[in-house]
Structures are given as C-alpha cells and as structure tokens.
C-alpha cells in the first residue's frame, strides 16, 4: 500500500528554503518517492485551514515514507527547512479504496 507525505509550509526565508529545495529531490528518489504536488494555488472552501505551501509526496509504502524522513541523507535538510519554514508533517497511507 502506498505511503504519502502531507506538509503544509510556511516559507519564512526564502533563500533558505531554496536550497532545501535544491537538494531534497535526490533523497525523496533514492527511497523511491516522487512529489505529486510541490507548491502552487490552493483555494479554501471550508473550515478554518489557511495553509501556506502544500507538498505532497507518494512513496511505494508508508515504511519507504518513513525510511525517507528518518534517513541520515534527509535529516540535514531537514534541519535546513526548519531553520527556513514553518513546517506541519503527516505520514499516511492510501487507506480504503
């Protein structure tokens, strides 16, 4: 079952973020995940969520998911985003068809 990767980001230091940016595609790859949404417009129709940048990534199972974020390649660049965003993180899977 697939696992997916929900963050909502706040992006405080724009050239900080940037190079997060530039070096987490190669580790989201290496454990075989890809993005399927990486920034762009959103448009709120209900509740009180006002989000900032939404990233989603797909990974082949949650494991992978979480073998990604743990990982000693990630876990610098994570630092890094954290030093240039404001970050909440879910990990999940696909659930029920």
């Known amino acids: 079952m697939k696992g997916y990767v929900i963050a909502s980001v706040e992006v405080e230091d724009p050239a900080l973020y940037e190079?997060?940016?530039?070096?987490?595609?190669?580790?989201?790859?290496?454990?075989?995940?890809?993005?399927?949404?990486?920034?762009?417009?959103t448009e709120q129709k209900e509740g009180a969520w006002q989000p900032g940048r939404i990233v989603v990534l797909e990974f082949p199972s949650l494991e992978a998911a979480r073998t990604w974020y743990e990982s000693a390649e990630y876990q610098p660049l994570a630092a890094l985003r954290g030093r240039a965003s404001r970050t909440d993180i879910l990990l999940l899977t696909e659930g029920v068809p």
Do not use: I, S, W
Request: aromatic share 8%; proline share 0%; net charge positive.
């Open 19 to 41: 190079t997060y940016r530039a070096g987490v595609l190669a580790t989201v790859e290496k454990h075989g995940g890809r993005f399927l949404v990486r920034g762009g417009r």
